[in-house]
């Protein structure tokens, strides 16, 4: 064996010849292309005109990064050729052996070409080739171009996750043919010193006789040390270990095949692996190309890493495109022949693919060893979902696959962001460069949210936390459902940044769950009461059947279920004087079976004794007749006692800017919950559920991160809650919105929005005003205590706070600051009769006077300038015009750049910004006719854009379409006199609801 590490020279693309250390990668050393706007990314999944936007704008300066990955050091696509000489000792047969490279390499011995090959999952082997005693020459063309039509997003070759490199890595080496043999007799005989047989019983992955529950994270690469795949042991340990800590017992790698290293390591470590052919990909009958290439892939697959018992499972590819389920049916009949043929029948299962559903209801599906989706598009739930809400609150996601014959395995659940900490910059030291985050976080100080990043950090994550605990346990209660991959344990830095980890993009803990408690929803054994809800009222008992999902490769003989109630939220406090409740019981269970689950019994918790609202926990522990602790787990309720209705007095509780200022200016204390309809757009509503992967691939006017509470506010002496909240605000925020406030005022309630956008936003905050006390809360409260208690509570704190002597707020807040986003949003709209272009109304006009950013207007005209002319049903006053820009479209086309206002002689010109924020136009005019002409756009031009076609995915330079969008619109006015106009609708109605279809179907919430 000639180890062939070490220097190299290098000729590249552009003709320049440079000296490299092998292993290694060009981009790691800067050469190539320098990042630009115009750098031709392997990713299709951004705004091709991101650096347009003004949350972007610190990216694209000199010191020029992007927002959408964390992006290496140069940009490297193309043709690369190694040269460098060796020497073997005796004349023989040789080969030249490369563990891992991509796309296309040609080799040459002394000159003459031995041999040439692609892949992206497997080690290069060329030869045989005889070779003289003495020094030789050798020389390797690496072609890491876009050699077939996968989709670019695919982590065999995105950019997303740094895949797209050129170079060289892992054991490079000259072998003998004996070598050569020597290492398919190892594997041989490694494969019989490592038996595993796999194979399904009803919904049941059975390995060597035992039923598993795969618990998974998704890994698609991104080795910000290297770039290249890690090939040392220890990096594999490290990560199987902390995987494992945290309750998995499976990775699936998304398009993505791992060296050898990550095999032997997930063998030792008793971790199971899912690998996929690097592809993401159309696959359409009759398209042979693609397949054979495929089938290429998968035997290389087979034949390098079939010997290892961690290797159960194997899936084609991600997500597929066009008529995939023939064309895949057959792939897996022919991957299975290959497995028997290379001598590895019954190591592992096949499915079709990862992540779409089938044309057949779930009972129907054949041709695959496993359903591996998040949808079945069967069954009453929309879309047959089996990731999200539709399974929370005790439920399950059986309405969507019922009747399954084959496990079931969920696809990409969890996808719920907390906040990026940004002193994750400082961990980019190598290759890659997380100018991305760099990007947030200089967005994040210029709003004014930098100040609270730790704070976002961990309430956004605690809030996380709870979302994924709900949805693994919807799993686990789910009998068709025998597996799932949360996507993901660690944070995702491309695709524009999904930060979905409770472990940052490094594998270190962000610090808001510790693997202990993360074990108690995701283990071998998992008990599971079906428990309809968190929030009670003392005149309710909670009642749920116990369920326990045993995979523990056992049956479990005379196990007791003793739960108990403590005050507070340690779920691990003990029921002592200080925290009993006198709330506890237990449950003897016989026999529970391993491999299914089994209700033991039911709880029953009455609240009857509770006096005073509070916060407790329900800690449960099932153990052995012997005490020995088999599982254990908890939840926080929130119980809420009905009290009297406070005095209302000293205070007044108004609904309208115009009576809380008049009484503010007076000296009096105001309780203002102002109408949901009278904050401005740039005001969003409130979400309990945090954003799902990004909101930058994903936009939306909703785009929630969590709370902060102050809970040093005498308010929650009155109300009991955390810092992070907790399921009190569910419903609450169904019916509730924030005040863009700028963030140094204090809040009660921070809200904690994307930080992509970044708004200040609180939701209950107190100061001084003019002469007055103010205590502030945007959100409908109106409701009868026996149907949302927490509502009801909440209402009777704010009112009880204000009118005791610990209400004495101390900031003064400055008027212009409390009243700029106070504008009620149906005085702008419903003052506009009709809006014309040309005389016409054009399609979807009804959306430019329909307050809902949800729903945008899109027009697509044959050239600019358009004219848009608004009439309204009275002549008035005008001061001015409202455009919100669209919210909910990740190019965010059609934004109006330039424009003209006219009313009568009067116009005014200007140019807007593109951005989240509602723009402006002040006019002056009496009239009851107005032009609003477009002069320009944002994104107009030549972009670069994946499409999608029959073969697979295509790099095209186009001309992006006309367009003018706009997500709300309205007229800002004082009726002829001069007097403010007052009487116009307003309303609690959550006017935000009803959503326009997703555009993009990546993004499935």
């Not at 220097?7 to 800067?30: F, H």
């Not at 892949?119 to 690496?142: D, K, M, N, T, Y």
């Not at 490769?553 to 009993?580: F, H, I, R, Y």
């Not at 936009?699 to 992070?724: C, H, I, N």
Request: with cysteine; charged share 25%.
């Amino acid at each position: 064996m000639v180890d062939l590490s070490g220097n190299w020279t290098v000729k590249n693309k552009d003709g320049s010849v440079s000296s490299v250390s092998l292993p290694g990668t060009l981009n790691a050393l800067g050469l190539g292309e320098v990042i630009n706007r115009d750098t031709p990314w392997n990713s299709g999944l951004f705004n091709p005109f991101w650096y347009e936007r003004e949350e972007y704008q610190s990216g694209t300066g000199e010191d020029f990064k992007v927002p959408f990955l964390s992006q290496p050091l140069s940009f490297y696509a193309g043709e690369a050729v190694y040269e460098r000489s060796f020497s073997v000792d005796r004349p023989g047969v040789y080969y030249i052996f490369i563990e891992i490279s991509k796309w296309r390499l040609t080799a040459f011995v002394d000159g003459r070409c031995i041999g040439a090959d692609e892949s992206l999952c497997a080690p290069f082997l060329f030869g045989p080739f005889s070779l003289e005693a003495g020094e030789h020459s050798i020389s390797v063309s690496v072609d890491n171009s876009y050699i077939h039509p996968y989709r670019p997003d695919a982590h065999g070759i995105s950019d997303c996750e740094n895949a797209n490199w050129n170079g060289m890595a892992g054991r490079m080496e000259i072998l003998s043919e004996d070598e050569v043999k020597g290492l398919e007799i190892e594997k041989r005989d490694y494969a019989k010193a490592h038996p595993v047989e796999v194979h399904t019983e009803g919904n049941n992955v059975v390995v060597n006789g035992k039923a598993v529950y795969l618990r998974g994270t998704h890994f698609a690469g991104g080795f910000y040390k290297t770039l290249y795949p890690a090939v040392d042991r220890a990096y594999w340990d490290r990560i199987l270990g902390i995987i494992k800590d945290y309750g998995f017992n499976f990775i699936r790698f998304h398009s993505f095949c791992p060296p050898d290293v990550a095999f032997t390591a997930a063998d030792e470590a008793g971790v199971f692996l899912q690998v996929e052919c690097g592809m993401w990909n159309v696959f359409n009958p009759g398209n042979e190309e693609g397949f054979n290439v495929l089938l290429k892939e998968t035997k290389k697959i087979l034949k390098s890493f079939g010997h290892h018992p961690s290797f159960i499972m194997l899936s084609p590819t991600n997500e597929p495109g066009g008529l995939w389920y023939g064309p895949l049916r057959e792939w897996v009949t022919r991957a299975k022949e290959l497995n028997r043929e290379l001598g590895f029948e019954g190591r592992r299962l096949f499915t079709a693919q990862s992540g779409w559903f089938y044309d057949t209801e779930p009972s129907k599906t054949t041709g695959t060893d496993y359903l591996y989706f998040h949808r079945s598009a069967f069954g009453p739930i929309h879309g047959g979902m089996i990731r999200n809400s539709w399974g929370w609150g005790g439920r399950d996601y059986t309405p969507s696959v019922e009747g399954a014959k084959l496990p079931v395995i969920t696809h990409e659940l969890g996808q719920w962001c907390s906040y990026p900490d940004f002193d994750v910059i400082k961990k980019f030291t190598g290759p890659v460069r997380g100018g991305n985050y760099e990007i947030f976080r200089d967005y994040a100080e210029k709003k004014g949210a930098l100040q609270f990043n730790k704070d976002f950090v961990l309430c956004s994550g605690k809030k996380q936390v709870s979302l994924l605990k709900e949805e693994f346990e919807a799993n686990f209660r789910t009998p068709e459902i025998t597996g799932f991959e949360y996507l993901d344990i660690h944070d995702y830095t491309g695709q524009g940044t999904a930060v979905v980890g409770i472990l940052d993009p490094f594998f270190d803990s962000k610090g808001y769950v510790a693997p202990e408690e993360f074990r108690k929803f995701n283990s071998d054994t998992v008990i599971l009461p079906r428990i309809t809800k968190y929030v009670w009222s003392s005149s309710e008992t909670l009642t749920a059947p116990v369920e326990i999902c045993n995979y523990s490769g056992e049956d479990l003989e005379n196990a007791v279920l003793e739960w108990k109630v403590t005050k507070g939220t340690d779920l691990e406090a003990s029921a002592d004087e200080k925290n009993g409740t006198g709330l506890f019981g237990k449950i003897e269970a016989k026999h529970i079976p391993q491999g299914k689950n089994t209700v033991i019994g039911t709880l029953e918790v009455p609240f009857a004794s509770i006096t005073e609202s509070q916060k407790l926990s329900l800690t449960a522990k099932l153990h052995t007749e012997t005490g020995k602790e088999i599982s254990s787990n908890g939840w926080v309720l929130t119980v809420f006692v009905k009290q009297k209705e406070p005095e209302k007095s000293g205070y007044h509780l108004v609904r309208t800017a115009e009576e809380a200022l008049k009484l503010l200016d007076a000296g009096e204390k105001v309780l203002f919950m102002p109408y949901l309809s009278d904050l401005d757009t740039d005001c969003p509503n409130l979400s309990f559920k945090n954003v799902y992967w990004n909101a930058q691939m994903g936009p939306g006017w909703t785009r929630q991160l969590g709370m902060v509470a102050d809970t040093s506010s005498p308010l929650f002496r009155y109300f009991p809650t955390e810092k992070a909240g907790g399921w009190e605000w569910a419903k609450i925020f169904e019916r509730a919105r924030s005040l863009n406030l700028p963030p140094k005022y204090p809040s009660i309630v921070r809200v904690i929005d994307d930080w992509n956008r970044n708004f200040p936003l609180s939701f209950i905050f107190e100061g001084k005003v003019l002469k007055g006390k103010l205590l502030f809360c945007a959100a409908d409260l109106d409701l009868p205590f026996e149907e949302c208690p927490e509502a009801f509570s909440l209402k009777q704190a704010l009112c009880s706070y204000i009118a005791s002597d610990d209400f004495a707020p101390s900031n003064e807040i400055d008027i212009l600051d409390l009243t700029r986003h106070l504008r009620p949003l149906y005085k702008g709209t419903d003052i506009i009769n009709n809006i014309t272009v040309s005389g016409q109304v054009p399609e979807g006009a009804e959306h430019l006077t329909d307050p809902n950013p949800n729903r945008p207007f899109r027009y697509a005209p044959e050239s600019l300038p358009v004219t848009f002319t608004i009439r309204l049903n009275k002549k008035v006053r005008v001061k001015g015009l409202y455009v919100q820009p669209i919210q909910n479209d990740r190019d965010f086309p059609g934004v109006i750049r330039e424009y003209s206002l006219r009313a009568g002689d009067v116009t005014v010109s200007g140019e807007w910004k593109n951005c989240f924020e509602t723009q402006y136009a002040p006019l002056e005019a009496d009239t009851d006719l107005l032009e609003l002409t477009v002069l320009s756009t944002y994104n107009m031009g030549t972009a670069a854009r994946w499409i999608e076609k029959e073969d697979g995915y295509h790099r095209i330079l186009r001309e992006e379409p006309l367009q003018i969008t706009c997500a709300s619109l309205g007229i800002d006015y004082e009726d002829e006199d001069g007097a403010e106009a007052f009487n116009f609708r307003r309303g609690d109605e959550p006017f935000w609801y009803g959503e326009a279809p997703k555009r993009f179907k990546e993004i499935d919430t």
